[in-house]
């Protein structure tokens, strides 16, 4: 028994080799699936749309994008672990999923780590806390010393327990010594919308859907939780010129194969996506949307998994943030 | 006359050709997704999201906003003729526009329903065009407390719904509601029975309960009951509401059109509540509230206006603010940005073509609507006749391919199986689905804003009686509660109830 | 026919039905954290609807046992067979699906939901389920482009 399933396991590792081998050379020979964990319309499904398109002119085959949303892209991700490394399953994925979660949920149905390889980051969008446009509070430092004034009497929206934006908040009372109240929201609009409405006194969201409300002249925009500004917004200030450097949080998206793909998809699809990101049509597309188009080595993008990871972990036993 | 120069600029941008063929392939698509049971906006526009690609901006907003009021229309038809609600908001159409096809008033019914949106749609976009932008301003004043209020005046409403045993009705609102929790807690995160299936993790979705508990219960207690293997529904009777319909309908159709307007203002998303709320007022007005159930017109052409004014000024807070209330205009919002528009308050001043020329053409469609709708019923009705037999496996595989659309999951098409033998089990029971239906859909909003009402008033309830607004709502659910109890409903209800 | 003073089967098994749910739900919510009243934790709302629903449903039953009106036997209020058919059918289109493709698995579930009647008429049925097989790849496979195999893989 035990014999005849090793020499199974021996035929099925020398037969995947080979084609593995033989796949490297004319690859990619059939249409490719990216899988993005979001439904259509989001942030995550606009760069994973473009990458497709641009992807399927530099490989020569239909890139397919198959959107798989659902529980905060945990089904996405084990879809992706589990799927043939062949190089045809590729996924766009994002700091949450890569580097918050893992740090969150004991139970996660995927290792971050192992069971994906990194190919590389392709874009980011920093956040930005925002308040009232009539309130008094006009720009960081005051908003701190209003906090230590009255400890806990300040209310910050996010959108959602263990988001980034959620993250970024406790970040902030963390690096500043300051408590502000945690209000969860489900998703961006209700957030922006209960600070617009007045419910809490502070926001903390992306770029992309805090611009548009800044720039209408609505909502007032503290800090950019980047080290340098943004042209969407030259009015913001960014973490080191509001006095908090340490104040950095960038939702950032990348793409990453299944376990045990061949190092030479990974090189080849990274050279290819590097031509990409460096086009100038690239960051012209995702300017107005307040998204950074990155560009890095595989190994680059490892290393941002882990240190985020690492520094996220920090801050939610920092804050005690639990999903509970 | 500002208006009139929006207006201006509207009819230009909406009367070109390609835009005129767009609001068309819009409303008809929609109007069959919304027949076919179970396949909704939702998972369409998500579908043809891509394909917008290549259109211009304008085309793409004026396709897609078609296919979700052209939805509205057409779930109503398949509502009334199967008693399959494909669309939360007709929960309500089923429970009197079915009991009139029973009685071979079909086509009244459908008529009506059709009649109703296009009047509550118009004067719904009036309202858009006139006042979109203070009403999106007042309605950020309804904050978590109001909405807490607003879902117990729902839940109470729920109760209403109910023909037969009041007990009943409360505890099926209560299952409704436990059901509404299953998935990831918004405020902490957490999973709540979910099992550890990751398909739950999200929760159950609207149209797996739906399409089991009303479509495959539906089916099975039908075939229960078969035994010549005629249609079950048929009788054909006149095609056009009689004199006395228009007579009983046009109050109903303008109170609901005013109480959905409103209702789909709010930025937490509360058009769903539009129907039922209009409902429950029809039969309280109503001299005979028995009719109620029994195929009352009033009680097909309040909620179906109420739905359709509801769909058009749900558009206010994306178009206005640039923040999507529900699935559908988070949808909107995502082709904006594919089309390079970034969706903000901007929008009405930097691109005033798109929105004057989407609220033109939401009218065009509207009336587009009416005229494919009515001559259509002719041929629904017909439908009718169709041999049972032959009609139920194609309801099943529409309820099948409905349902897994919507996630593209076949756990849903699986999970859809046990409702629908659950849903068997209350009809046996003579337990009515309907206000478990609505409180599922409130079930989840009640809580998470009576927690987050909670938590900013730091633990304290008073919020609930010190906000206006919120204390208006409740007293008005306390009165319903109150004339409940009367002798005049109590009445009526062991009436309803010694019959069966 | 009204008989003897037995209580009404449809009630009593109304009233364990919502007791049962209600019970399930505390069982299973036990864990979830209760907070405070500024906090409310994830358990506090499911822990109150079903205590709610726990007492409803022993209303209910107390009630049927008081008021009892005719003789329903439970025998004769339920069927097996077009249950059985119907949710069969389903069960086997959703399974089979991934591997028969759209079109065969519509012609089965066709076939099986159509043995819930008595007197089911094969070809009739076949017809049925190769014109509703085809024209649902036409629409949702291939019309609305719907990620699902539409022939055998």
Redesign the interface.
């Known amino acids: 028994m035990k014999l005849a399933r090793s020499v199974t396991f021996a035929l099925a590792a020398l037969a995947l080799g080979i084609t593995g081998l033989a796949q490297a050379d004319n690859y990619p020979s059939r249409p490719l699936t990216l899988v993005v964990p979001f439904p259509p319309g989001g942030a995550a499904d606009t760069i994973g749309r473009y990458y497709a398109e641009q992807l399927s002119t530099s490989l020569g085959q239909p890139v397919v994008v198959d959107n798989k949303p659902g529980a905060g892209t945990a089904i996405a991700a084990e879809a992706v672990a589990k799927a043939k490394p062949d190089g045809y399953t590729l996924s766009l994925a994002t700091a949450g999923q890569l580097a918050i979660l893992p740090n969150l949920q004991k139970d996660l149905r995927y290792d971050p780590v192992k069971d994906f390889v990194p190919v590389a980051v392709v874009a980011s969008v920093p956040n930005v806390v925002a308040v009232q446009a009539s309130s008094k509070i006009d720009s960081l430092p005051a908003l701190i010393a209003e906090a230590k004034a009255r400890p806990g009497a300040l209310s910050y929206s996010s959108c959602g327990n263990g988001t980034l934006c959620h993250l970024s908040g406790e970040l902030l009372k963390h690096l500043s010594g300051t408590d502000l109240l945690h209000v969860p929201y489900k998703g961006s609009a209700p957030a922006v919308t209960g600070l617009l409405g007045g419910e809490v006194d502070v926001a903390v969201d992306t770029l992309t859907v805090l611009a548009p409300q800044i720039q209408a002249g609505k909502l007032k925009g503290l800090v950019l939780t980047s080290a340098e500004r943004s042209p969407l917004l030259p009015g913001v200030p960014s973490a080191t010129e509001a006095g908090l450097p340490g104040f950095v949080a960038s939702g950032w998206f990348g793409i990453v194969l299944p376990k045990g793909a061949a190092p030479e998809l990974v090189e080849k699809l990274s050279g290819a996506i590097g031509v990409i990101a460096r086009s100038p049509q690239t960051a012209e597309r995702f300017a107005q949307n307040g998204i950074s188009v990155e560009q890095g080595t595989p190994a680059g993008f490892a290393e941002l998994i882990a240190e985020d990871g690492k520094r996220w972990g920090e801050v939610i036993e920092a804050g005690k943030i639990t999903l509970e | 006359m500002e208006l009139l120069d929006h207006l201006a600029i509207g009819l230009q941008a909406a009367f070109t050709l390609n835009n005129l063929l767009y609001c068309f392939v819009g409303v008809t698509l929609g109007t069959l997704v919304g027949v076919l049971p179970g396949l909704g906006p939702v998972a369409t526009i998500a579908m043809l999201l891509p394909i917008t690609y290549g259109l211009t901006p304008s085309a793409a907003l004026i396709m897609l906003s078609g296919i979700y009021y052209g939805a509205q229309y057409g779930g109503s038809t398949t509502a009334i003729l199967v008693n399959l609600p494909g669309e939360s908001s007709s929960v309500v159409t089923c429970l009197d526009g079915h009991a009139m096809a029973r009685k071979g008033r079909a086509g009244a019914a459908l008529a009506i329903a059709a009649i109703g949106s296009f009047v509550a749609g118009s004067l719904a976009i009036l309202l858009l065009a006139a006042a979109a932008t203070p009403l999106a301003e007042a309605a950020l004043k309804f904050g978590p407390a109001e909405y807490f209020s607003l879902m117990l005046l729902g839940l109470v409403a729920a109760i209403v719904l109910a023909q037969g045993d009041v007990l009943k009705a409360i505890a099926m609102t209560l299952l409704g509601l436990l059901l509404g929790l299953v998935g990831t807690d918004v405020n902490s995160g957490v999973e709540r029975f979910t099992f550890g299936i990751p398909e739950l993790s999200d929760g159950i979705s609207f149209v797996v309960i739906s399409m089991g508990i009303f479509g495959i219960a539906e089916i099975i207690a039908n075939l229960e009951r078969d035994h010549g293997g005629k249609a079950q529904v048929a009788r054909v009777g006149s095609l056009m509401p009689s004199r006395d319909d228009y007579r009983r309908s046009w109050k109903p159709i303008l109170r609901g059109t005013g109480l959905g307007s409103l209702l789909g203002i709010l930025p937490g998303g509360g058009a769903m509540l539009g129907s039922f709320a209009s409902y429950m007022i029809e039969k309280r007005l109503a001299r005979e509230p028995e009719r109620f159930g029994q195929g009352a017109i009033e009680g097909v052409a309040g909620p179906e206006s109420a739905n359709n004014a509801g769909a058009q000024t749900s558009f206010i807070p994306m178009l206005v603010l640039g923040l999507p209330s529900n699935a559908v205009m988070a949808l909107m919002a995502g082709a904006m940005m594919i089309h390079g528009i970034v969706p903000g308050p901007q929008v009405i001043d930097e691109r005033p073509e798109l929105f004057w020329g989407l609220i033109v053409s939401m009218w065009l469609g509207n009336l587009l609507l009416l005229v494919l709708n009515l001559p259509l019923v002719g041929i629904w009705v017909r439908l009718l006749a169709v041999p049972y037999r032959l009609l139920y496996p194609s309801i099943l595989l529409f309820c099948c391919i409905g349902v897994y659309s919507v996630n593209n999951s076949l756990f849903d098409v699986l999970l859809t199986v046990a409702f629908g033998l659950l849903g068997y089990l209350f009809i046996k029971l003579r337990c009515e689905p309907a206000p478990l239906l609505l409180g599922y859909l409130l079930g989840p909003l009640m809580e998470e804003n009576l927690r987050r009402a909670m938590l900013l008033s730091r633990g304290d309830p008073t919020v609930f009686f010190t906000r206006p607004l919120s204390l208006t709502l409740l007293i008005v659910t306390a009165l319903v509660v109150l004339l409940m109890c009367s002798p005049r409903l109590r009445a009526t209800r062991q009436v309803a109830f010694s019959e069966d | 026919m009204r008989t003897r003073l037995i209580p009404d089967a449809?009630e009593l098994?109304?009233g364990l039905?919502?007791l049962g749910?209600?019970l399930a739900?505390l069982l299973?919510?036990r864990d979830?954290?209760s907070g405070?009243?500024?906090?409310?934790?994830?358990g506090?709302?499911?822990w109150l609807?079903?205590l709610?629903?726990c007492v409803?449903?022993a209303?209910?039953l107390v009630?049927g046992l008081a008021s009892s009106r005719e003789r329903v036997a439970l025998g004769e209020?339920?069927?097996a067979r077009?249950?059985l058919s119907?949710?069969g059918?389903?069960?086997a289109?959703?399974?089979l699906?991934?591997s028969l493709g759209l079109a065969l698995s519509?012609l089965l579930?066709?076939l099986l939901?159509?043995l819930?009647?008595r007197?089911a008429?094969l070809g009739?049925?076949t017809v049925?389920?190769c014109v509703?097989g085809l024209f649902?790849v036409a629409v949702?496979a291939w019309g609305?482009?719907?990620?699902?195999p539409a022939w055998p893989v």
């Open positions: 449809r098994l109304a039905l919502f749910f209600g739900g299973i919510g979830y954290a405070t009243a500024m906090r409310m934790g994830a506090y709302f499911p609807v079903s709610a629903l409803l449903g209303v209910l009630r209020l339920f069927q077009p249950g119907i949710g059918s389903v069960v289109f959703a399974l699906l991934p519509t579930m066709t939901s159509g819930a009647r007197r008429h009739e049925l049925l389920g509703l649902s949702f609305l482009g719907l990620n699902l």
